[in-house]
């Protein structure tokens, strides 16, 4: 499956944890209006693409899990404001 831009609109969710389901496709930027979310495990999949700018609305994020994907270019530097961060996990 891939990951639904609808769930953008879930803005008072907290924590989502979607690993090891085999997701293909891309981040979606309407998921950076999940704006509560403090934790979110992406990891082992086969996401790919670039990781969106807009997630940098995520301020209250401290555990970003998101390797073992297939993901490409840089950290946005929009991401700088996600300020509580203390895990990211981003390898390959």
Known sequence: ????PGY??????LDLQLFDN????????????????ERIYLARNGLHGSLPAEYGN???MMDLR????LFTGVLPPQWSA?????ILYLHL
């Open 22 to 37: 085999a997701l293909k496709g891309s981040l979606p930027p309407e998921w950076g209006n999940m704006v509560s979310l």
């Open 8 to 13: 953008g609109g879930w803005s008072n969710l």
């Open 82 to 86: 996600m300020t509580d961060l203390s």
């Open 1 to 4: 499956g891939t990951l639904p």
């Open 58 to 60: 995520w301020s209250k």
């Open 66 to 69: 998101l390797e073992e994907n």
